[in-house]
Every structure is written in C-alpha cells, then in structure tokens.
C-alpha cells in the first residue's frame, strides 16, 4: 500500500524554522514526484511547491519561493520540507503527497493520488 507519513510541525514564532518530513512507503521515489501542499484555518488547500526527476523539476509558489527548500533523500525514502523565515500567514496543516512522475509537472492538486495525514504548522509568537 502506498503510504505518505509526515512529521516535524510544531509552535514557532515568527522568523523561525521548521524542518517537515515526509517518509514515503510501498513505492519507489524514482517512479514519482512529491508535491507539498497547505491548508489554512478557514481556507482552501494551496500548493506549496513540487518536486520531480526525470528530468529534475522544482516548483515553488510565489508566496515562499527564497523561504521553502525541497529535498529528497532517496535512500531514506523521505522528502523534505525547509522552511524559514516563517510568518503568521505560513500557519496551516502541510500535506505531501505523490504523483507518477509524469505528472508531477503540473504542481497540480488533482495529479496527486496518496496523501499524507498532515502534520500541524503554527507560527505565533
């Protein structure tokens, strides 16, 4: 079974950093792409950005791009989310998901079949 397990949210104040893992199982890294993706209190879900190989892709909406750095660590089967310099507006459940890796170029929600349960990102001094 494909599974997606996150974890590293927690309580920052502002300008702070967060490290957000996401542990992938029942499928090989090389065959799909990781999309990381949030969801505020009272809004809808939002990409944060995509990565992809295959040929190599990153994607990083406007809003964190210079703050967000995706990685990936094959051989341990995780991807990662870097965050910094955090602000208020960064607070929300973040997502990462998997999508074949011919699909992952889109950054597109909908190409993402297994999801993550969530791990809770809160920004509050």
């Not at 079974?1 to 090389?30: A, H, I, K, N, W």
């Not at 809808?44 to 809003?63: F, N, Q, W």
């Not at 997502?95 to 809160?122: E, I, K, L, N, R």
Request: proline residues 5%; neutral net charge; hydrophobic residues 30%.
């Amino acid at each position: 079974q494909l599974r997606l397990v996150e974890s590293g949210g927690g309580l920052v104040p502002p300008g702070g950093s967060l490290t957000l893992s996401c542990v992938v199982s029942g499928f090989s890294m090389d065959l799909f792409g990781i999309g990381w993706f949030r969801q505020a209190p009272g809004k809808k879900r939002e990409v944060v950005g995509c990565l992809g190989h295959r040929p190599i892709y990153t994607y990083y909406t406007d809003s964190v791009k210079g703050r967000f750095t995706m990685s990936a660590d094959n051989a341990k089967d995780t991807a990662y989310l870097e965050i910094n310099t955090l602000k208020p507006e960064d607070t929300g459940t973040y997502y990462c998901a998997a999508a074949p890796a011919q699909s992952v170029y889109s950054c597109d929600a909908s190409q993402f079949h297994t999801w993550g349960q969530g791990t809770q990102v809160t920004v509050s001094s």
